[in-house]
C-alpha cells in the first residue's frame, strides 16, 4: 500500500527503433484514474520489457543491439529514477545473451538477473552488484527439444523466467517445448541446477506465469492453446503439479487467438488473463483451497493486441497495453468480485509492449 511521499509512476516498455522513444514514464492520479506523461527515453532499439527496483530505485530493460562480429544480440539497460520528477537516466547498458531477449527479471534479494531469449531459446543469469548494476555473466542454459505445432514449436522458445517466492528456483516457461522448468540456484557456484519440469498438454505453449500470495499455487497462461492453467506449487523442491486447465475464451468465439500476460491480485482472490484476438481481459475466481478457478469476466480491451497488463499496487485499478492499436486503457477493478469496468481514459503510447506501475519516492 502506499505510504506517505510516495508516487504512483508508470513504466512502458515498446516496440522501437534505437532513434525513436521506446522507454516511457507517466505518473498515475489514482483518484482520476489518469495517466500523465513525464519523461521518455531514446537510443534502445526495441525495449520492449522492464524491471523496476524499488528499493534503489532503479529501472531494466532489454533492448536489441549487435556484438563485434554484427550478429543480434540480447542487451540490457539500466536507468536511476527520480520519483520527484518522474525522470530516469541512462547509467549502465550490457550485453547479455548470443541472441535477442523477451523478458528481464530479479530476485527478490536483488542478488541477480535473468534475461529470456525466445529466439535463441536460452536463459541468461548474471550477478547485480550492490548498486544495482549488472555483474559478469554466471551461467546460461540452452533448452532443446520441441513440441506438436509445426511453426510455433518447432524448436525452443522459453519466453519468461519468474523467480520462486523464497528466491531458491527460477520457474522457465518454455512456449516451444510446452514446459515450465524449475532450476535451482547454486548458491555456492553461482549457476542454474535444472532441478525438474512439468509438461502442458501438447500444443499449449506456456507463455507468462504468476505465484498465489499463499506460495501454494502457480497459475501459468498458455498463448497457443488460449488456455490458463492451475498448479500446485512444493515451495521445498521448486516442482509443480498440474490441477487444471480453462479456456481464456467464450465458447463460442472461433476465431483466431493467442494469449499473453497473467496476473494474480494481491488478495489471491483473482486471475486476470489477456487475449488477443479476442481482444479481452479474462477474470476468474480463485478457490484458494484448491486453486480451481471459475469464470467471472470478459471485457474488452478498448484496444487491439493486448501484449501486457498490470494491476496497480493498490489493486484498484488495471492497465492494458495494446500493442496494434498503439494505446494503454485503464479499468477499474472491482475488488469484492474481480469485475473490471472501463474508466473511459487511455493513453496514447506507440506499441506499447509492458506496462509496470510501482510506487516510489
Known amino acids: 500500500m502506499k505510504v506517505d511521499?510516495?508516487?504512483?509512476?508508470?513504466?512502458?516498455?515498446?516496440y522501437a527503433e534505437a532513434e525513436d522513444n521506446g522507454v516511457y514514464v507517466y505518473a498515475f492520479d489514482e483518484q482520476s484514474g489518469t495517466l500523465t506523461r513525464t519523461d521518455e527515453h531514446s537510443g534502445l532499439k526495441n525495449p520492449t520489457f522492464l524491471n523496476v527496483d524499488k528499493v534503489r530505485n532503479l529501472l531494466y530493460a532489454i533492448s536489441e543491439t549487435v556484438n563485434d562480429e554484427g550478429k543480434k544480440v540480447g542487451e540490457a539497460a539500466v536507468f536511476t529514477i527520480d520519483a520527484g520528477q518522474g525522470s530516469i537516466k541512462l547509467i549502465e547498458r550490457k550485453i547479455t545473451v548470443d541472441s535477442t531477449t523477451c523478458h528481464i527479471q530479479r530476485d527478490a534479494e536483488i542478488r541477480y538477473l535473468t534475461v529470456t531469449s525466445y529466439h535463441g531459446g536460452m536463459v541468461g543469469l548474471f550477478s547485480l552488484s550492490e548498486d544495482g548494476r549488472i555483474g559478469e555473466k554466471l551461467d546460461v542454459q540452452q533448452h532443446v527439444g520441441s513440441s506438436q505445432h509445426p511453426e510455433r514449436q518447432d524448436r525452443p522458445h522459453p519466453h519468461s523466467s519468474f523467480y520462486s517466492?523464497?528466491?531458491?528456483?527460477?520457474?522457465v516457461s518454455d512456449l516451444g517445448l510446452d514446459q515450465i522448468i524449475t532450476y535451482a540456484i547454486d548458491e555456492t557456484n553461482k549457476k542454474l541446477v535444472r532441478q525438474s519440469e512439468?509438461?502442458?498438454q501438447p500444443g499449449a505453449?506456456?507463455?507468462?506465469?504468476?505465484?498465489?500470495?499463499?506460495?501454494?499455487?502457480?497459475?501459468?497462461?498458455?498463448?497457443?492453446?488460449?488456455?490458463i492453467t492451475s498448479y500446485k506449487y512444493e515451495a521445498g523442491s521448486g516442482m509443480l503439479s498440474p490441477i487444471e486447465t480453462v479456456s481464456t475464451l467464450p465458447a463460442d468465439?472461433?476465431?483466431?487467438?493467442?494469449?499473453?500476460?497473467?496476473?494474480?491480485?494481491?488478495?489471491?482472490?483473482?486471475?486476470?488473463?489477456?487475449?488477443?484476438?479476442?481482444?479481452?481481459?479474462?477474470?476468474?475466481?480463485?478457490?484458494?483451497?484448491?486453486?480451481?478457478?471459475?469464470?467471472?469476466?470478459?471485457?474488452?480491451?478498448?484496444?487491439?493486441?493486448?501484449?501486457?497488463?498490470?494491476?496497480?499496487p493498490s489493486g484498484q485499478y488495471l492497465l492494458v497495453a495494446n500493442r496494434d492499436t498503439d494505446n494503454i486503457t485503464i479499468f477499474?477493478?472491482?475488488?469484492?468480485?474481480?469485475?473490471?469496468?472501463?474508466?473511459?481514459?487511455?493513453?496514447?503510447?506507440?506499441?506499447?509492449?509492458?506496462?509496470?506501475p510501482t510506487y516510489l519516492m
Open 5 to 14: 511521499n510516495q508516487r504512483l509512476l508508470v513504466f512502458v516498455g515498446s
Open 165 to 171: 517466492p523464497d528466491g531458491r528456483f527460477l520457474l
Open 198 to 200: 512439468v509438461s502442458s
Open 205 to 227: 505453449g506456456p507463455r507468462h506465469l504468476s505465484f498465489h500470495p499463499s506460495g501454494k499455487f502457480v497459475f501459468a497462461i498458455n498463448e497457443v492453446d488460449s488456455t
Open 253 to 312: 468465439f472461433k476465431d483466431e487467438n493467442s494469449c499473453a500476460e497473467i496476473c494474480v491480485s494481491a488478495d489471491g482472490k483473482f486471475v486476470y488473463g489477456s487475449n488477443r484476438g479476442h481482444d479481452s481481459i479474462v477474470v476468474f475466481a480463485i478457490d484458494e483451497q484448491t486453486g480451481l478457478l471459475s469464470f467471472v469476466q470478459h471485457i474488452s480491451v478498448e484496444g487491439g493486441h493486448p501484449r501486457h497488463f498490470a494491476l496497480t
Open 332 to 356: 477499474k477493478v472491482d475488488q469484492q468480485n474481480g469485475k473490471l469496468e472501463y474508466t473511459g481514459n487511455s493513453a496514447i503510447v506507440s506499441k506499447p509492449v509492458c506496462v509496470i
